[in-house]
């Protein structure tokens, strides 16, 4: 599938603590294509341009936005919704698009091939907190799509002590096969293991 205006597999990235989440982002860009995915790969940054060289390297997009919005709770997230709904106006001239955080460090082979291309919008299923998961999100409806860019540009929700999770709930399915387990988060579950495709 050409990667011209097909898919997009894009994540997030924060300046706040530059060092580190450049560091989460460059891992991402490694790890995404090793999966050998024909697609667009992109950063949305909540902050300035930087030296981007090791992403660039990669191929990998960043664009960025000013000022750094930054986090100012766990649900009152400005940069990342910024972020978020950036993409989502992006992805609108791509026939599909996914979501991988960056921090995101394992992928199920097998469930990434079966929703990549599939039409629909499904979110992973947190198996910890049973909801939503917004780490790993295949969005392949141009209409949801536009719709989720409007909602978080806008500026109520943006700046809303709302978790983004919850703004999703009425355009995602949630799909309790698509896990996701991060870097800095919460365990493997051991029977899991054997069906992934890496672990790093």
Known sequence: MSADKKL?????????????????????GRQRLALDISAKLMVFNDGPDRDFREL???????????????RKSVPNFPGWKRSFGKAMLYSLSFDYCTHIESDVRIVDRAVLD???????????????????????MFLNHRVVRGQLAHKFLSYEIMHSNV???????????????????????????????????FIT
């Open 163 to 197: 978790e983004a999770e919850h703004e999703m709930f009425p355009h995602v399915s949630v799909a309790s096969d698509i896990h996701s387990y991060r870097q800095e988060g919460k365990p493997i579950p051991e029977y899991l293991k054997p069906k992934l495709a």
């Open 8 to 28: 997009l597999v894009f994540c997030t990235c924060c300046n706040v603590d530059f060092s580190r989440y450049y560091v989460r982002a460059a891992e991402w």
């Open 114 to 136: 079966r929703y990549l291309y599939r039409k629909g919008s499904y979110a992973a299923f947190d198996h910890r907190y049973r909801r939503i998961e917004s780490a790993v």
């Open 56 to 70: 660039w390297d990669l191929n990998v997009t960043v664009v960025s936005n000013e000022p750094v919005l930054g």
